[in-house]
């Protein structure tokens, strides 16, 4: 299947040409060892025809201007949008929480094969006490869970928090959640990735 992901605008804003075959490269791997794993283990749905539709999430997430620093995705699953991110963006630090072991041995696999040297892999559940001397400048997830358990989740353990949302999440979701960007999937409609400021942390 030809992997034409990084002819995305946002990407291509991004890289120069020589980055851009890099990454290229990197992206197919990672589509090809997705497809493998997946026939074996539940990475993504298996009812699923589009595959890419992940990586499209992932590649509107790192592209974000407002990224810096250190991010968290949590319950990263087949590693979207964390993985995707790490290949797309070496210029930030990338840790990911997922316990399901046979996700985890995937997730090992490829940051192996792509020597990524700027994704950090926890392989247990994350909750409000884990690692509770951590914080980090952004977290992230996708599918994990409801908009507003994500929220309770990691409001004191970010200063942005975000959300891919579907449209109807994105009507419903709580006070002080903003749409940054949204695209369209033949499959999936409207996505909407939402932003959250949580208040400061009283010291």
């Known amino acids: 299947m030809d992997f034409h992901l990084i002819n995305h605008p946002l990407i291509l ?9 890099n990454l290229e490269n990197s992206l197919q791997l990672y ?9 074996k283990i539940n990475l993504v749905s298996r009812k699923e025809n589009d595959h890419l539709y992940h990586f499209v999430d992932s590649i509107n997430f790192s592209c974000l201007e407002q990224l810096g620093g250190s991010i968290v995705d949590i319950g990263s699953g087949g590693g979207f ?10 210029d930030l630090q990338f840790t990911l929480f997922e316990p399901v072991q046979k996700k985890v041995a995937f997730l ?17 559940p994350f909750a409000n006490d884990c690692f509770p001397e951590k914080h ?16 309770k989740l990691t409001e004191n353990r970010a200063q ?20 940054i960007r949204s695209w369209e999937n033949h499959n999936h409609g409207t996505r909407y990735l939402l932003r959250f400021y949580p208040p400061p942390m009283m010291s």
């Open 136 to 151: 980090w400048n952004h977290a992230v997830c996708r599918a994990f869970t409801n908009i507003k358990d994500w929220q």
């Open 13 to 21: 804003s991004l890289h120069n040409t020589k980055q851009i075959n």
């Open 160 to 179: 942005t928090i975000w959300y891919f949302a579907s449209e109807q999440q994105q009507k419903k979701a709580p006070r002080g959640w903003e749409s």
């Open 81 to 90: 949008p964390g993985l995707v991110c790490s290949i797309l963006r070496p």
């Open 108 to 124: 090992h696999n490829l940051i192996s094969k792509l020597e990524l040297k700027n994704c950090q892999l926890k392989p247990v």
């Open 31 to 39: 589509y090809q060892t997705l497809v493998k794993w997946n026939k």
